[in-house]
């Protein structure tokens, strides 16, 4: 019992802490999103003047340069939107498609100047995707900024940074269902578990925090169409292995305790499910009570007034 309650008030503790805020400088980061709120932003390479602004700013300040860099995603993703109009003004739905598919009959007359703009667009980290073949729109690459600016960012923010990218394009899961092998999400738990345990006061504690309890919903609720339990309601063998051999060696971190106290509830109702546990792992995961406050948010709403009129 003593164990339980332990790990129930170190999950508490946990959940509790948001941002580390001490290094997010107002002013800089006032006059960083009035600055590039100024830049010419329907032009095609502004994201470029944009990372110079950046470098010229954060040069010599590592800990407000981890923050500017997260304006500065939000700046290039807003850019999106304008950069689509210029897709959809320049190339039909059709045409779009067919370069992506490359289907020659269509783009066969045309096949160089969109290979030209594919190519230009990608310069600036831009390249173009599709919603399931219905509709086309501008997107950034993750890994552009990064780049660029990685000696810019304190470390701990550049590795959160680096193994965000290196997943971005692989979604966990995809229509209700499992898209990656059941190790490799315990792969996406565990770099983040391991660093909100060395630096629990790492800047982005919440976001690493929220992606920890959606990549834990797999594994301890189940997905409509990858449950974790079989057809009588006893959890997977797979599942039950995978959780016990993580615990075990993350005897002490917030989520190797939270998964202890998961399988703990199921062997006490013999490994099998229930509408208890099942209230228990969506009250752990998402409190109805928690705050969700982006501290960005006074910089971001800058940059959508100025620039999305």
């Not at 002013?27 to 950046?54: G, W």
């Not at 304006?71 to 320049?90: G, I, N, Q, R, V």
């Not at 315990?186 to 060395?198: A, M, P, S, T, Y």
Request: proline fraction near 2%; include cysteine; aromatic fraction near 14%.
């Amino acid at each position: 019992m003593k164990k339980l309650f332990f790990a129930i008030m170190m999950l508490c503790s946990a959940l509790a802490i948001g941002q580390n805020t001490e290094y997010l400088d107002d002013a800089k980061m006032t006059k960083f999103a009035k600055d590039l709120s100024n830049l010419p932003f329907s032009e095609r390479d502004v994201i470029h003047k944009a990372v110079n602004l950046f470098k010229a700013e954060f040069k010599n300040d590592k800990e407000c340069a981890d923050w500017a860099y997260q304006l500065l995603y939000f700046y290039h993703e807003l850019s999106c939107e304008d950069k689509t109009k210029t897709l959809h003004k320049t190339w039909s739905d059709e045409q779009i498609r067919a370069l992506k598919i490359h289907d020659i009959e269509v783009i066969s007359g045309i096949r160089s100047g969109m290979k030209k703009f594919e190519s230009e667009y990608s310069k600036y980290g831009y390249r173009i995707m599709s919603y399931e073949d219905t509709s086309y729109a501008m997107e950034v690459v993750p890994s552009y900024l990064f780049s660029q600016l990685k000696g810019y960012l304190t470390n701990d923010y550049a590795y959160y940074r680096s193994g965000w990218i290196n997943e971005h394009d692989v979604p966990t899961y995809w229509h209700a269902k499992l898209a990656i092998k059941l190790g490799d999400v315990f792969k996406r738990i565990q770099w983040r578990d391991e660093l909100l345990d060395k630096h629990p006061d790492f800047i982005r504690n919440d976001l690493v925090t929220r992606e920890i309890e959606k990549l834990s919903f797999v594994v301890t609720k189940g997905l409509e169409f990858t449950p974790i339990y079989d057809e009588k309601g006893f959890i997977k063998k797979e599942y039950k292995a995978a959780l016990q051999q993580y615990y075990r060696a993350h005897e002490k971190t917030t989520w190797g305790l939270y998964y202890t106290e998961f399988v703990h509830r199921l062997a006490l109702n013999k490994y099998r499910n229930s509408d208890a546990i099942d209230r228990w792992v969506l009250k752990t995961l998402f409190p109805e009570d928690r705050k969700n406050v982006d501290p960005l948010m006074k910089y971001k709403d800058i940059l959508i007034d100025n620039l999305m009129e």
